[in-house]
């Protein structure tokens, strides 16, 4: 092979080598969700193909350049959210009178038809949830909007048969555990603190605490980035709000941004 020739198919290797990369760079843009619904963003999940969110009484499913899939109205309280098997799960507090109110696990496929609703009499107020290790953790809103050093998160297991009660003590923080993801045999949970003395916190397999960071903030949701954006390091996404006023009406969208965790810091991937 003449030298001209090997040179040329180095080159030629080297940029397919590199197509992947800069592919992949791509991957971590952020995502922008202008302002539109009338709740702001509880919790979110994800999967290759898509981006589901609950916007407290709206479901919108989305693709990662930020175009609507989907929008699909829910009941009232709907917060926190995770995917499991291809199933979401809400932790969802229904305020609506009468007869149906209550705390519940409500299960949707991903184009947001209803496949259960479990009634969690142990966890009234439910905000966050994730699943980790073959258990759901759920948090509960004990104390409402009065600051209070001390939270706590119920353990269920895959059919929502109670295990146990761990209370959680990181400060001052305001209503429950906001959000909660499991991944890479650890919690990763956003709460209100005001002032904000954590963004995001680290727990182990058995909710004991591991450190926080004071950014990003991660009140409004989390979940370890989808199969085809992970890496060496753990991988999640974090949401941020944007809002607006317009005619006298306050309306909600989020950001969503890429972090990767190297063992001692969250960095930005873009």
């Known amino acids: 092979m003449s030298t001209r020739r090997l040179f040329s198919r180095v080159v030629l290797l080297t ?11 791509s991957d971590f843009k952020p995502i922008r969700f202008p302002p539109k619904y009338r709740g702001h963003l509880q919790g979110f999940c994800v999967d290759d193909d898509a981006i589901y969110m609950s916007f407290t009484s709206m479901m919108v499913k989305a693709d990662y350049n930020g175009n609507i899939l989907l929008e699909k109205p829910i009941e009232s309280h709907a917060g926190d959210i995770c995917l499991h098997e291809g199933k979401i799960y809400i932790a969802h507090s229904v305020r609506a009178k009468g007869a149906g109110a209550g705390s ?18 142990k966890t009234p107020r439910p905000d966050g949830i994730g699943f980790l290790n073959g258990s759901f953790f759920i948090g ?14 119920h353990q269920y297991d895959e059919n929502f048969v109670f295990q146990k009660s761990h209370t959680v003590e990181i400060g001052n923080t305001h209503y429950g555990v906001q959000t909660i993801a499991g991944f890479n045999n650890e919690l990763w949970m956003g709460f209100y603190m005001n002032p904000r003395k954590y963004g995001i916190c680290r727990f ?3 909710v004991v605490f591991q450190e926080g960071f004071a950014s990003p903030g991660a009140s409004e949701g989390l979940c370890e980035a989808p199969p085809s954006r992970r890496g060496p390091f753990p991988r999640l996404i974090v949401s941020s709000n944007i809002n607006e006023t317009k005619d006298g009406v306050r309306l909600f969208g989020t950001l969503l941004r890429f972090y990767e965790f190297d063992g001692e810091k969250l960095n930005r991937l873009k």
């Open 15 to 25: 940029f397919l080598a590199l197509l992947p990369l800069a592919a992949q760079d």
């Open 104 to 121: 519940f696990v409500t299960i949707l496929d991903t184009d947001f038809n209803q496949l259960n609703r479990i009634p969690l009499p």
């Open 140 to 153: 509960q809103d004990e104390f409402g909007k009065d600051p209070h050093p001390t939270n706590y998160i």
């Open 204 to 206: 182990d397999a058995s």
